[in-house]
């Protein structure tokens, strides 16, 4: 590991090899170079073995318990003799992250500043090395700017896609209809029950004088019951049995009046159609109801559809400022996200 300063855009690198190397920012190759030149010199030449090994397991990418309890290690015994080494610290700070170079550190947006080993690393850093570190820093804070821009785009853009705007404005529009027919039939419908009530007045008064004719015939009748037979001549029961039949005659005859009535007069049938018309407003109000309530249903999942979105992309920024870029890299697709990388780098400085 090596710092270089990029003769194109004039900032500095981390070179990690000398082979195909180039500017992080620029994307120039940097030619020519030499391999770094051993960390330690006498009396501590026993520690770049030390280092070696370290980079080894660093580029490795390798991070189950024997490796980082090995890097521990390492980096212990390094620091006991050398505790003021900055590119030693950068090299525990590539570890604690879970990096091998400073472009995964970039991409997977870690978090840098508050980290103890990035810290140190830039306290005993020297000038080009405090640079290096700073631009970093720079770098993410731009790359988190942009992703934010993108990100209200893109959620725009997902949300238009559900058209769930016309949709709720077709669904206001439905729910007012409904709600105005709704109110029509409320209206109808008292109407038709303050007619019916008056066609009941008129058809109780109609049938009342075929009632009061037959209470008559039924009175007439129980007097006659009452007389005592044992009292009264042959020919006098033969008149009382006559009367009988003549009674039941008339109260037949009314009963059928009756019931023509029901059949045939206008008020009768004036109150059956009433009865009928409030039977199929009431299925009608019952039948905009269920409209209204299919309605409610349409919208919630709208609303659902909606909500999820925004707790997707609420969750990318959640992450994002955790130090993970790596859900907001499948949001807005590899491609976009290697793309804002990209413009973030070059307009660093």
């Known amino acids: 590991?090596?710092?270089?300063?990029?003769?194109?855009?004039?900032?500095?690198?981390?070179?990690?090899s000398a082979s195909n190397a180039k500017c992080l920012f620029c994307e120039e190759s940097f030619s020519n170079l030499t391999p770094p030149a051993p960390l330690f010199d006498i009396p501590y030449l026993f520690l770049n073995e030390k280092i070696g090994e370290i980079d080894g397991l660093i580029s490795s990418g390798k991070r189950d318990g024997v490796t980082l309890r090995t890097l521990s290690r390492l980096f212990d015994e390094v620091l006991e003799w050398q505790p003021q080494i900055s590119s030693v610290f950068w090299r525990r700070f590539l570890v604690s992250v879970g990096c091998k170079t400073d472009q995964e550190v970039i991409n997977k947006g870690v978090l840098i500043e508050g980290n103890a080993a990035y810290e140190a690393a830039f306290r005993h850093g020297n000038e080009d090395e405090k640079e290096a570190y700073g631009l970093l820093v720079k770098v993410r804070a731009r790359i988190i700017r942009l992703l934010e821009a993108?990100?209200?785009?893109?959620?725009k853009s997902k949300k238009i896609g559900t058209d769930?705007?016309?949709?709720?404005?077709?669904?206001?529009?439905q729910l007012a209809n409904e709600e105005r027919q709704v109110l029509e039939d409320i209206k109808k419908l008292k109407g038709i029950e303050r007619t019916?009530?008056?066609?009941?007045?008129d058809?109780?008064?109609?049938?009342?004088?075929?009632k009061h004719a037959l209470d008559k015939t039924l009175q007439e009748a129980k007097h006659i019951w009452r007389s005592p037979q044992n009292e009264i001549s042959y020919e006098d029961k033969t008149n009382w049995e006559s009367q009988l039949d003549a009674l039941?005659?008339?109260?037949?005859?009314?009963?059928?009046?009756?019931?023509?009535?029901?059949?045939?007069h206008h008020a009768f049938a004036d109150y059956s159609r009433l009865v009928d018309e409030q039977k199929a407003v009431?299925?009608?109000?019952?039948?905009?109801?269920?409209?209204?309530?299919?309605?409610?249903?349409?919208?919630?999942?709208?609303v659902s559809t909606i909500k999820d979105i925004t707790d997707e992309y609420n969750s990318v920024r959640e992450a994002i400022c955790a130090g993970d870029f790596s859900k907001a890299e499948r949001v807005l697709s590899n491609t976009r996200f290697e793309a804002l990388v990209k413009q973030a780098l070059r307009e660093v400085k």
């Open 1 to 16: 590991m090596k710092i270089v300063r990029c003769t194109s855009c004039h900032r500095v690198n981390h070179v990690f």
């Open 150 to 155: 993108e990100l209200i785009k893109s959620e």
């Open 164 to 173: 769930a705007e016309k949709k709720l404005a077709d669904f206001k529009n």
């Open 196 to 201: 019916i009530r008056e066609q009941e007045m």
């Open 203 to 210: 058809c109780s008064s109609i049938a009342g004088e075929y």
């Open 248 to 264: 039941q005659r008339v109260s037949n005859a009314e009963f059928e009046k009756l019931k023509q009535l029901e059949s045939s």
């Open 282 to 302: 009431c299925a009608e109000i019952n039948s905009r109801k269920g409209n209204l309530d299919r309605l409610k249903t349409s919208i919630e999942q709208i």
